[in-house]
């Protein structure tokens, strides 16, 4: 083999080696995020990373309700963060954020990162997500932070089906229904005395060892206990 094809075969092999390093190393960043889709929006700003950004609405487009934000937030700075607030760009929506504390401001510490969307995890919640966003466009969200400033993303809006199910909005709570509202007709203690009656002085139910009144019954304890 001549000098000049061994040298080209070197060439190739270490481009074939490098390709598959640098697919292994996505593959590790995206396990370590959110698992979701490795292709979803990044950006850098200052010791700000912001990764795998998504807007996700109701799974069904008559359906009203919340829509949230979700992603994970770097920082790689030496000094704690505080995300202050999200904004749609161009649109007029307003962004309830809530730290997996459930009270509180939302920090991000040094050297750490904070995750958006999910249980347990922080949230960041459109009340009315349907009046501002369309399933299938990229919307502009700008993330303001505390010493960094404005970080600003385009975030892929998403239904909640499917890979982001999980990540999804909780659904509208639903009416009650009229079984539940309407008052109860079993129960109602019998007059004593009466013919065909089934309750009983609450007296006489004490004297047998049975519960009197406004104690729980056998079968609420069970219920109870369930």
Excluded: Y
């Amino acid at each position: 083999m001549s000098s000049s094809l061994r040298r080209g075969t070197l060439a190739a092999s270490a481009l074939v080696l490098s390709i598959a390093s640098l697919s292994a190393c996505a593959a590790g960043n995206s396990a370590q995020t959110l698992e979701v889709k490795p292709d979803n929006a990044a950006t850098s700003v200052g010791d700000i990373k912001l990764q795998n950004m998504n807007v996700i609405t109701q799974p069904d487009l008559d359906a009203k309700g919340p829509a949230v934000i979700t992603g994970k937030l770097f920082n790689n700075g030496r000094k704690d963060q505080t995300l202050r607030a999200i904004s749609l760009v161009g649109k007029n929506a307003t962004v309830k954020i809530t730290p997996a504390s459930g009270s509180g401001q939302l920090v991000v510490p040094a050297g750490g990162s904070v995750v958006l969307g999910g249980k347990g995890n922080a949230s960041a919640v459109l009340p009315n997500g349907r009046e501002a966003l369309k399933d299938g466009e990229q919307q502009k969200l700008s993330f303001d932070f505390s010493d960094t400033g404005a970080v600003n993303i385009g975030a892929f809006v998403v239904p909640a089906k499917s890979f982001f199910k999980e990540w999804g909005p909780e659904a509208p709570s639903s009416a009650p229904s009229q079984s539940a509202s309407a008052p109860a007709q079993a129960g109602k203690p019998g007059k004593p005395g009466a013919e065909g009656s089934t309750g009983a002085p609450g007296g006489q139910q004490s004297a047998e060892g049975k519960p009197g009144a406004g104690e729980p019954s056998q079968g609420g304890q069970q219920h109870a206990g369930h």
